[in-house]
């Protein structure tokens, strides 16, 4: 049984109490409780919902699907949460060394991010692919989509409208650009170095 966790108490700078009760108090529960209900309805499926499998439509296929979009959505908001309330100052951490040594320049990385945010329709994602020892950013369209296999997402980017609409209305540049001053580095630094090195 997967249980809601606390949200991150740091500075949200540009996401008000408001937005972040809702995001955090009401969607990212209703991934956890939606992924509990799609396990225990798989756990409880018979031979009739089993032999009914196929892929243009079934309730075996059904519950397939959501699985990855409730359990992902609730991996990639415990992550956010986790890593927000910091002061967007990567310095002295091994992923700003990593990320000058990949992208070059921290502007580089961040106009990347950005453009990433800008183009995906649900998450921009900083990952770590062991399959290359690279950092990668990746855009997911929805929460089972995007990603890669095996991929550790460091700093994901909720990039839904429900994540910003009500502080900034249409202006999602406006949003990255108040997330990424209240990125806690540090933590995304300790997610890196348990998987990295």
Known sequence: MHEVHAANPGDLSGVSQQTNDIHHGKLYAAYVAKRNEVEAAQQAADDTVLGGANQIYSVWRG???????????????????????????????????????????????????????????????????????????????????????GATPLLPLDVYEHAYFLDHGSDRKAYLTALLQVVNWQAVDERYLKVCC
């Open 63 to 149: 519950l397939k699907e959501g699985e990855t979009f409730a359990a992902n959505g609730m991996v990639l908001h415990e992550v956010f949460f986790s890593v927000l309330g910091g002061t967007g100052d990567p310095t002295g951490t091994e992923i700003h060394a990593a990320v000058l040594q990949q992208w070059g320049t921290w502007e580089r990385f961040v106009a990347e991010l950005v453009a990433t945010g800008m183009a995906a329709r649900g998450w921009a994602v900083l990952a770590y692919d062991p399959s290359d020892s690279k950092l990668h950013i990746y855009a997911g369209d929805a929460q089972n989509h995007g990603g890669v296999w």
